[in-house]
């Protein structure tokens, strides 16, 4: 009886909902390993800089920084190797795998729509444009905040990885430039490198922000998207 | 005029039969035979030992004060046995015009066979009038000098990077040696001042083997600062339990924990301290339970508070770290959210009721 007055509203009320498939799994696990990367680089980070008050004790009793320290370590290479498998993804995935990556800065269009978006956000237009993958503003802040924000991250980051590993480790070797890029001195890049963990916030806050306006406020799906892959148009 | 070995040997009480004894012991141990013990004898009978020329700029002598205390081996044995120091104004009885002669003397007998050791750093300001070496500006004497040198040291942080007379505002265009002299091989000796073994040993090894020890990406002898302080501090264990000195002369002061949390510069600062130690292998700062102020890396003292862990970032224009900077900014951003998440809802819930409720106002 439910069941069929159930039917019944459905067939009167629903609308046609249509859906296309944009992002695929690999983006989508990547997506949320990142996602834990982030936080757990971004509180063990936070604590290498300002350390937990001093435990009581014997030494030999502890490993409190080593601890924060190996974590701070795992998630770093986690993130770098998943950052240079997505790259890999880029090349050989769909065409919205390349959005974070390749900008359309020549087209004119693009620039337009920017504007448009901005627009959106400000309350100046009614009406956002439906988009399958990012957005042009979502896409050109992806590639700013993220794109470059990583690659500036892990330059930094395994550049003091590799100062602990000794200049002769393949750290050392790689990114040991960077160091003596910024004139020499390790504390420098030390500040350098905090100031990320700042930067990613900013980032991080921004993204879920957006994300969840947009997936109330937008005519397509958002959250669900990132889970399921498939992106809903509402109307 | 410079002395040969076999002459240093003979000054110092050795017998020729032990000279000849022991060419001929050194000759077997390297597998070479009978044939080359009169080879090494004749090499070590006349070739002279390479002079070293020690040249003082703008500098406080800390470095001159460090090497005289080497204890291994011996200033005194390094001075007047291993090395031929030819010219060093500080420690040398000559003086005035005969003294300086020596530069020149040195230049043309050994041409291209001489070290020139620099200690402090030439002021390029007012065409280098701050610093005056018998009578012309030290800029000049400096170039001159190294013209002709085989290899260049640079002492100390002066020499190295610049040091105090080179930290902001540089009045007089302080500047590192290797900005001045750039054809020559220069090894740096950082160090505020350098550990009177390092550079003793860096000396050393170059009149041994003949050659420039081997060096790091920022011109460094990597045996000596391969290493970060941190990386051999002996209270390393401290830092990686979590125990740190909060405050001076708390608990964990007296009981020799980690210094991290006072600013301690260990883990960035390149130096053997925590090895090699000071003062005959007495103490270093940190074992004296003060953090490493970070002497012998590029531009210390422009890189912020000795006392803090998160330092100041200067190119803000404000006295503000990385966590005020970065915080603040969180803050706006977050307050940003917040009130654009705010005038969404209520132009949501307007847009809501202009449509939802009938009669209403539209």
Same mark, same amino acid.
């Given at each position: 009886?439910l069941?069929q007055?159930d039917?019944?509203?459905a067939?009167q009320?629903?609308r046609?909902?249509?859906?296309v498939?944009v992002?695929?799994a690999?983006v989508?696990l990547?997506h949320w390993?990142?996602?834990?990367?982030?936080t757990l680089?971004?509180?063990?980070?936070?604590l290498i800089?300002?350390?937990l008050?001093?435990?009581?004790g014997? &030494?030999s009793q502890? =490993?409190?920084m080593?601890?924060?320290r %190996?974590?701070?370590? !795992?998630s770093?290479y986690?993130f770098?190797v998943?950052?240079i498998?997505r790259i890999y993804?880029?090349?050989v995935g769909?065409?919205?795998?390349?959005?974070?990556f390749?900008?359309?800065i020549r087209?004119?269009?693009?620039?337009?729509?920017?504007?448009h978006?901005l627009?959106w956000y400000?309350f100046?237009v009614?009406?956002?444009?439906?988009?399958?993958?990012?957005?042009p503003?979502?896409?050109?802040a992806?590639?700013?905040?993220f794109?470059?924000?990583a690659?500036y991250?892990?330059c930094t980051?395994?550049?003091?990885y590799?100062e602990?590993?000794?200049?002769?480790s393949? &750290?050392?070797?790689m =990114?040991?430039w960077?160091i003596?890029? %910024?004139?020499?001195? !390790?504390?420098?890049v030390?500040?350098?490198?905090h100031?990320?963990?700042?930067?990613?916030?900013?980032?991080?806050?921004?993204?879920?922000?957006?994300a969840?306006?947009e997936?109330?406020?937008?005519?397509?799906?958002m959250i669900?998207?990132?889970?399921s892959?498939w992106r809903m148009?509402k109307? | 005029?410079t002395?040969t070995f076999?002459e240093?040997?003979?000054?110092q009480?050795?017998s020729?039969?032990?000279?000849?004894k022991f060419?001929s012991?050194?000759a077997?141990?390297l597998?070479?035979?009978s044939?080359a013990?009169?080879?090494?004898?004749?090499?070590?009978?006349?070739k002279?030992?390479?002079?070293?020329l020690?040249l003082?700029?703008l500098?406080c002598?800390?470095?001159s004060?460090?090497?005289?205390r080497?204890?291994?081996?011996?200033?005194k044995?390094?001075?007047?046995?291993?090395l031929?120091?030819?010219?060093d104004d500080?420690?040398?009885?000559a003086?005035?015009y005969?003294a300086e002669?020596i530069l020149?003397?040195?230049?043309?007998?050994?041409k291209?066979?001489?070290?020139?050791?620099v200690?402090?750093?030439?002021?390029?300001?007012e065409?280098?009038?701050f610093?005056?070496?018998?009578?012309?500006p030290?800029?000049d004497?400096?170039?001159?000098t190294?013209a002709d040198a085989?290899a260049?040291?640079?002492?100390?942080?002066?020499?190295?990077?610049?040091c105090?007379?080179?930290?902001?505002p540089n009045?007089?265009?302080?500047?590192?040696?290797h900005?001045?002299i750039t054809?020559?091989?220069?090894i740096?000796?950082?160090?505020c001042?350098?550990?009177a073994?390092?550079?003793t040993?860096?000396?050393?090894?170059m009149?041994?083997f003949?050659k420039i020890?081997?060096?790091d990406?920022?011109?460094?002898?990597?045996?000596f600062?391969?290493?970060?302080?941190?990386?051999?501090?002996?209270?390393?264990?401290?830092f990686?339990?979590?125990q740190?000195?909060e405050?001076?002369?708390?608990?964990?002061?007296r009981?020799?924990y980690?210094?991290?949390?006072m600013g301690?510069?260990?883990?960035?600062?390149y130096?053997?301290c925590?090895?090699t130690?000071?003062?005959?292998g007495?103490?270093?700062?940190i074992?004296?339970?003060h953090?490493?102020i970070?002497?012998?890396?590029d531009g210390?003292w422009d890189k912020g508070s000795f006392?803090?862990r998160v330092?100041?970032i200067?190119?803000?224009?404000?006295?503000?770290?990385?966590?005020?900077i970065?915080?603040?900014a969180a803050a706006?951003?977050?307050?940003?959210v917040a009130?654009?998440?705010?005038?969404?809802?209520l132009?949501?819930?307007?847009?809501?009721?202009g449509?939802d409720?009938?009669?209403g106002e539209?």
């Amino acid at each position: 009886m439910l069941a069929q007055q159930d039917a019944l509203e459905a067939e009167q009320q629903a609308r046609l909902v249509k859906a296309v498939y944009v992002y695929e799994a690999p983006v989508r696990l990547w997506h949320w390993v990142n996602a834990l990367c982030i936080t757990l680089l971004a509180i063990t980070g936070y604590l290498i800089a300002n350390p937990l008050p001093s435990m009581p004790g014997d &030494a030999s009793q502890h =490993f409190v920084m080593g601890t924060i320290r %190996v974590i701070h370590f !795992s998630s770093a290479y986690i993130f770098a190797v998943g950052f240079i498998g997505r790259i890999y993804w880029a090349a050989v995935g769909n065409h919205h795998a390349r959005q974070i990556f390749i900008l359309p800065i020549r087209s004119r269009q693009w620039w337009g729509e920017i504007f448009h978006e901005l627009k959106w956000y400000l309350f100046l237009v009614k009406e956002p444009k439906k988009y399958v993958g990012h957005n042009p503003l979502a896409q050109l802040a992806m590639f700013l905040f993220f794109t470059i924000g990583a690659v500036y991250m892990i330059c930094t980051g395994f550049a003091l990885y590799g100062e602990g590993l000794g200049a002769e480790s393949w &750290a050392g070797h790689m =990114f040991g430039w960077v160091i003596t890029a %910024v004139g020499g001195n !390790s504390q420098q890049v030390h500040s350098l490198h905090h100031m990320g963990l700042w930067v990613t916030l900013i980032f991080v806050m921004i993204h879920i922000y957006a994300a969840i306006r947009e997936d109330i406020m937008s005519r397509q799906s958002m959250i669900s998207t990132m889970i399921s892959g498939w992106r809903m148009f509402k109307d | 005029m410079t002395e040969t070995f076999y002459e240093v040997l003979r000054r110092q009480g050795i017998s020729r039969r032990s000279f000849l004894k022991f060419c001929s012991l050194t000759a077997t141990s390297l597998g070479l035979g009978s044939a080359a013990a009169p080879k090494i004898a004749h090499a070590l009978e006349t070739k002279p030992r390479t002079p070293v020329l020690w040249l003082h700029g703008l500098e406080c002598t800390c470095c001159s004060e460090s090497f005289i205390r080497s204890a291994h081996p011996l200033a005194k044995d390094v001075v007047l046995s291993m090395l031929s120091l030819d010219y060093d104004d500080t420690l040398m009885a000559a003086a005035g015009y005969q003294a300086e002669a020596i530069l020149d003397d040195i230049k043309k007998r050994y041409k291209g066979n001489y070290i020139v050791a620099v200690e402090g750093n030439p002021p390029l300001n007012e065409d280098g009038m701050f610093c005056i070496h018998g009578g012309r500006p030290f800029v000049d004497v400096l170039k001159e000098t190294c013209a002709d040198a085989k290899a260049i040291i640079s002492w100390g942080s002066c020499a190295s990077w610049g040091c105090v007379q080179a930290a902001k505002p540089n009045p007089t265009r302080a500047t590192p040696v290797h900005k001045v002299i750039t054809d020559k091989p220069i090894i740096k000796v950082p160090g505020c001042p350098p550990i009177a073994e390092v550079m003793t040993a860096v000396v050393t090894y170059m009149l041994t083997f003949d050659k420039i020890p081997e060096l790091d990406r920022q011109g460094r002898p990597k045996m000596f600062y391969g290493q970060r302080i941190h990386d051999k501090c002996y209270r390393r264990p401290h830092f990686d339990a979590g125990q740190y000195v909060e405050e001076w002369d708390d608990e964990g002061a007296r009981k020799g924990y980690c210094l991290y949390k006072m600013g301690c510069k260990g883990p960035t600062t390149y130096n053997a301290c925590s090895t090699t130690r000071w003062n005959n292998g007495v103490s270093f700062p940190i074992q004296s339970g003060h953090g490493c102020i970070g002497c012998s890396e590029d531009g210390f003292w422009d890189k912020g508070s000795f006392y803090d862990r998160v330092t100041d970032i200067k190119q803000f224009g404000i006295e503000s770290n990385a966590d005020k900077i970065g915080g603040t900014a969180a803050a706006v951003t977050g307050a940003a959210v917040a009130a654009h998440a705010a005038v969404t809802a209520l132009a949501r819930a307007k847009k809501k009721t202009g449509i939802d409720i009938p009669g209403g106002e539209k």
